[in-house]
């Protein structure tokens, strides 16, 4: 979708609908908004009347569609809920919208700015919302789709009277934000690839593809170099697939001499059935989206380059298919990892820890990063612990983990932290071995995954971000989810570390 910024006022503009925001009056409020007395003028009173039968509220996500009799075309007003508005409410109306919209067969739209300004939203908040609403909002995924459906083409975001003034500097806010958009979308088509043909080898691929486009350093490492390297658990998990591991390395220098360097780490199971430990039917569907994390790393570092954050990027990916066979790893084996720490497995589903041992040991011995940030689709205890809408956070650091909070309160791509303590760290040691994949007692599965990955970073400040829920909507889950992430891969991450980075000093 285009999205432009305009100065003239929305109803002076040819396109299919003019979306007018609209917030959730108080009870005792029943006054037209004033500023839609031009709307209702130009519909003969129609909007008034359709307040009093109550037709619109206010809402978030109500619509309600007026055709316009001066000419062709609609005015819709589109509820934002309750005040104070926020720019998460802008963001989730307008994807929601564009969505639905699509439907209807509307292919442009000019939505009036001033409609989405509110005390503790300014005009500049409302460009980016209202931008990030729309692009993210009308994301489709056509790779395997001959006629795809069309939706919106057009959306002008129309300042009128209110902002025209401002139009030069509405459009570079616009602008601006446009690096990390194309990022997520990005990201959510390699994401959304299936598992026949999104191979690891296929992932190191599109890591080299995007690595040349933004002048970045990429390194993969193949199943013969990984058995030099004694990357064993990524050589373990890959064991049983036809299709081996990889490892990527991908290298942002930073704009500052001399800056910090931020290790990114993400995991990329191509595909998890569980292996030897074999998943339910129902379990399983879903397993193509195991390589979000992996998927979002490389968003992060397009858009690192992109945008020329201050700090260096290292971003690395852990990229296997667990799959079982004959050559599979199994329960009970032990594993040696790049560092020369053992894992003791005793589930082979619970692999993508066994993957990042490698990739996090690695990353910490090569470029001794100032800090490590990891992105893995985890655990289903995640799901359990917080649903869908948000992210756990285990982390050692409390300005790093105050930070990412931050920026997932920002951007809307929430975390939530949970406990992290000496006790969880036992509550992973083996017996047999260093550490075991699966933590006893088992109660607070994604701290204990949590627990298993410090052992990899040492003393590094560390966060890790348990994606399980929020890396994809899943369809039965989609109305509670924000409505600019349609079902599908989201992209989780990409925003959020991407707004860190970006503010990182
Ligand atoms: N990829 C899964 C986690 C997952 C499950 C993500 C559901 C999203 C939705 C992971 O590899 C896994 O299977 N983890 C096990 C760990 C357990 C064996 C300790 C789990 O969550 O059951
Ligand atoms: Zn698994
Ligand atoms: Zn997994």
Known sequence: MKVIVDRRPALSLTTDAVIVGVTEAPPKEEALPRNLAAEDKLLGGAVRRAQQAGEFKGARREMTVFHRTDRAGRIILLGLGARPLTAEAIRDAVGDAVQRLKEKGIRSMAVRLDTFVADGVGAEAAVRAVGIGAILGSYSFTRYRSNPSKGIEEAIIALGEAYGREEAKLRLILEAERPVLDSVLWTRDVANVPPNEATPEWLAEQAVRMGKEFGLKVTVFDETK??????????????????????????????????RTIAIAGKGITFDSGGINLKTGEGMADMKFDKCGACAVLG???????????????????????????????????????????VEVLNTDAEGRVVLADALGYVVDKYHPDEVIDLATLTGAAVVAVGENYAPL????????????????ATGETLWRLPFTSMHREMVKSDVAEVKNVGEPRGGGSILGGAFLAHFVGTTPWAHLDIAGPAWTRKSAARFMPGYQPVGATAFGVRLVTEYLRTAV
Do not use: F, Q, W
């Not at 030099?228 to 990527?248: D, F, H, K, Q, Y």
């Open 394 to 409: 285990i982390s050692t650091d409390d300005r790093l983990a105050g930070r990412l909070l931050a920026a997932g309160e």
């Open 300 to 342: 992060i570092l397009r858009a690192a380059a992109d945008l020329e954050v201050a700090p260096r990027v290292i971003g690395v990916l852990a990229c296997a298919e667990n799959l079982p066979s004959g050559s599979a790893y199994r329960p009970s084996d032990i594993i040696r990892t790049y560092s020369g720490a053992t």
């Open 226 to 259: 990984l058995k030099e390297m004694n990357c064993g658990g990524i050589l373990a998990v890959g064991g049983g697939s036809t299709r081996p591991p990889r490892m990527v390395v991908l290298e942002y220098p930073g704009k500052g001499k001399r800056g």
